[in-house]
């Protein structure tokens, strides 16, 4: 079931004010859970806060969820919720994030991430949990093998949207409804299972796009993907702008995260992806499971194996797909359920 919200609506789990000031402690905050997230908001005229976009204090709940309230000021620590012991002043929040959504849960602890559909409550632009059981065609347009929704793997409720795929060709959803974004700039995030993957039975290489998004000015598709190399996937961004004069080319910058020695993309487990298209400033960001890779972060001058000295431009998005494609010649059979996919003009995060 798609979720939509006008992009005019204040976000977030509870409601902030970038103008509230610092101030004296409130009384008891009321409680509210999300995913284990306990927000409180004072009743005698002080707001308790944690560590967000300027925020001041953070403490633990009765079940060891982060404490979530809202300033964006910040002020001093609210008593304790209602299933919530009181917040340390200077105790370690959600952390900073430049995505404008303070108030969220930027937790990168997984067991806050599965369980309950939480579309209905995420305050966003689009959300889609597939509880429907039914693709609904005035948000998505089918491409390629066309996808189903099933109950066989999910990642939140009870189904998910399930793609099966022979060799190198594509199924997926796509999207225009979000666009255009203000200031040619959205947030996404989805839930991921590979069934499989590229294996090097019969492939030395493979390039596969999960999520991309096109627009006019530049050509070409703005990917987020991977590519298996010496049997192992790796996640990685780039384009395949060879085709538009302003572009940059066919290319994709591989992963380089944690420390030069990254992870191979599983197989039998839901991740959850975001990306950050960030248009008016030509900037791209990528998280797993909450976790910044700054290997796969772009922006104009960024190196690239594409046009040499050619800046990396992002077009006027128009619209989104999510799904599979992969590109090379194979034989082989993917697989990969998708689910509680959501856009916006601010990070979400992996709780809501």
Known sequence: MVRSLSVSLVLGLCACSSATAPSAAGSAGAGATAGGALAGSSAGGGTSSV????????????TGGAVLACTAGGGAAGSAGAAGSAGTAGSAGMGADTGGAGSRNLSTDRALFLGASRCAQANVQLCEDFESGTLDTTTWTPIGAKPVIDDLQKARGMKALHLTIAGGSQSAI???????APNNTYYGRAFVYFGSLPTSAGLSYSHWTMIAATGTMIGGEIRVGGQMQNGTNLWGVGTDSSGSANGTGDWTNSDKDPNGKPMAVPTGQWLCIEWLHKGD???????????????LYTKPSTPHGGNAGVPYILPQFKQVWLGWQEYQATSQKFELWLDEIAIDKDRIGCVI
């Open 281 to 295: 400033t030509n900037e791209t960001r990528f998280w797993w499971d909450g976790v910044e890779h700054p290997s």
């Open 51 to 62: 560590a967000g976009a300027g925020g001041s204090s953070a403490g633990s709940d009765s």
């Open 174 to 180: 796509r999207e225009s409804k979000t666009f255009p």
